[in-house]
């Protein structure tokens, strides 16, 4: 099909300024005319282009909104800020709408958010001090994961109660690793929802700072789970902290601790105050597809155009 933009189109007319004013309600009866005559797949490609024109792709070395962090992207990925990755989590991907803001979104560049089968990285940052990384060889995490998932069936009948679906945390998709010389931690989970055939994948990195720790985020599906561990390590490496929130320059006399360490932060804490299951749910959503699989293969006409 080759690159093509879908755009209402409208008769273009060469117009002398002397009839321009006589001729304008012609040509607004003529785009109204034309807009009517888009079938619904035509109008919401259409959207799609024009939402994908606008937005701007960033690569290389990138200052993250507040100057706390910065990401190196290389040209396999491309960078989208905050105000456009929340077009993509709420418009294209079907989101509650949110205040918050995050850090921006990563993205494959052979993929457009558009793609039936593409997975993003959002990004985010919290300040909750800085956490000591002194019992990372002292964790169990077999029993981590007892306790997490005995929460998430307490919470799981909470959501029930509230008329929400059931969720079970099934397991670990990737177990946690810790790398301690660049303090960075990844994990993955299982999660299943009550109704889904499939199952939701919640792939996770930290990276630790001095005054907090940096949120990352994969947004895909279990079936994409050997595509994120092949990119794993090219995202692990695009994160770090601006001089000054480094992990390395804690002050213990000006700086303070976070009451947890690396359990905890496996456990879910830093997410406690946006909420796990809310986290969980941009996940799930971004598979319960809004538009028909059959056009799917259209979007790849306009992909990193």
């Known amino acids: 099909?080759?690159?093509?933009?879908?755009?209402?189109?409208?008769?273009?007319?060469?117009v002398?300024?002397?009839?321009?004013?006589?001729?304008?309600?012609?040509?607004?009866d003529t785009e109204v005319s034309a807009a009517a005559e888009m079938t619904d797949e035509e109008r919401y490609l259409a959207w799609a282009q024009q939402t994908w024109d606008g937005m701007e792709r960033?690569?290389?070395?990138?200052?993250?909104p507040g100057s706390v962090a910065s990401i190196d992207v290389p040209e396999d990925f491309y960078y989208l800020a905050p105000e456009d990755t929340k077009i993509v989590l709420e418009q294209i991907w079907g989101n509650p709408e949110s205040e918050h803001l995050t850090l921006g979104m990563l993205f494959p560049a052979h993929t457009t958010p558009f793609d039936p089968d593409s997975w993003g990285v959002t990004i985010d940052y919290s300040e909750e001090g800085y956490i000591r990384d002194d019992d990372a060889s002292e964790i169990d995490y077999g029993d981590l994961l007892q306790d997490m998932q005995a929460s998430t069936r307490e919470e799981s009948r909470q959501r029930e109660e509230m008329g929400y679906e059931?969720?079970?945390?099934?397991?670990?998709?990737?177990?946690?690793?810790?790398?301690?010389?660049?303090?960075?931690?990844y994990w993955a989970q299982e999660i299943a929802f009550g109704g889904m055939d499939t199952n939701t994948l919640n792939y996770n990195i930290r990276v630790l700072g001095r005054k907090g720790v940096l949120v990352l985020n994969f947004?895909?599906?279990m079936s994409q789970l050997e595509e994120i561990n092949q990119n794993r390590e090219a995202v692990l490496s695009m994160a770090s902290f601006n001089p000054g929130y480094r992990y390395d320059e804690?002050?213990?006399?000006?700086?303070?601790?976070a009451a947890y360490g690396l359990g905890g932060l496996v456990a879910g804490k830093v997410l406690a105050k946006t909420g796990f299951f809310a986290a969980a749910l941009v996940l799930l959503k971004k598979f319960w597809v809004l538009i028909p699989l059959a056009i799917g293969g259209l979007f790849r006409a306009f992909r990193r155009k």
């Open 166 to 185: 059931a969720i079970e945390l099934v397991g670990w998709a990737e177990a946690p690793f810790y790398d301690a010389e660049e303090k960075k931690l």
């Open 16 to 28: 002398s300024p002397v009839k321009s004013a006589i001729a304008q309600p012609l040509v607004e």
């Open 58 to 64: 960033k690569g290389g070395v990138i200052d993250l």
């Open 219 to 221: 947004i895909a599906g």
């Open 1 to 14: 099909m080759g690159i093509t933009r879908i755009f209402v189109l409208f008769a273009v007319l060469a």
């Open 250 to 257: 804690f002050d213990p006399d000006v700086d303070t601790v």
